[in-house]
């Protein structure tokens, strides 16, 4: 009896440490996004998450440590200290969620938008300027660019492209501008707009 549970104890250490490093690959692959690992839905830092993490790690190290360290043909038991400080870790984040909850300004999904940096330029006659954007919230998605308004063209990537001149019938230093468009690929309704001032 005593080899069959010294047996069961270190198959499941087994599986556990086999489904730990799957999910490490998982991680390493970007399969698993860790981006909002330590953050609420809303987007910010959450406390009470990095607590858990922390603890967790920290209480599952020092039992391996405590298992390494002893006889390989006995299966320790877990320490009470350790159990009790990992229900005192969930039992914090449980209360945090708890109140957190209790206000439905708590659970309100931070919107998806476009950010277009820089949102304003001033670009000479014939130069170029570079413009990157962005969905926040959706690391990776890509954009389409277009010339909302005004003179100018821009490619694919944001590289906006002034007219080698003042349009006809306009003096140059008037303070011409072009509306630039940022539009989500996988978000049609998301856009930002930058604006350029040619010179």
């Known amino acids: 009896m005593q ?19 799957m999910i490490l690959w998982q991680v390493y692959t970007g399969e698993i996004d860790l981006s909002r690992l330590i953050s609420e839905p809303t987007g910010d830092a959450s406390i009470s998450r990095f607590q858990l993490l922390i603890f967790t790690f920290v209480i599952a190290m020092s039992l391996l440590l405590i298992i390494v360290g002893r006889n390989p043909l006995s299966f320790p038991d877990v ?33 998806v938008g476009v950010v277009i940096t820089p949102a304003s330029a001033t670009v000479h006659y014939g130069q170029t300027q570079q413009f990157k954007a962005e969905v926040p919230r ?33 003096p140059a230093g008037t303070g011409v501008h072009a509306t630039i468009e940022a539009i989500s690929v996988e978000f049609p309704d998301l856009h930002d707009l930058a604006v350029v001032t040619l010179a």
Do not use: E, H, M
Not at 10 to 19: D, H, N, T
Not at 94 to 109: E, Y
């Open 3 to 21: 080899i069959l549970t010294l047996v069961c104890g270190y198959l499941i250490c087994f599986l556990v440490g086999a489904f730990g490093l």
């Open 79 to 111: 320490p009470s200290t350790i159990l009790t400080l990992l229900g005192i870790s969930g039992s914090s984040y449980l209360v945090s969620k708890s109140i957190q909850f209790s206000d439905p300004a708590g659970v309100t999904d931070r919107a």
């Open 138 to 170: 959706k690391p990776g998605s890509s954009v389409t660019w277009k010339i909302y308004a005004g003179y100018g063209t821009i490619d694919g990537n944001g590289l906006y492209t002034a007219p080698a001149a003042a349009p006809a019938g306009v």
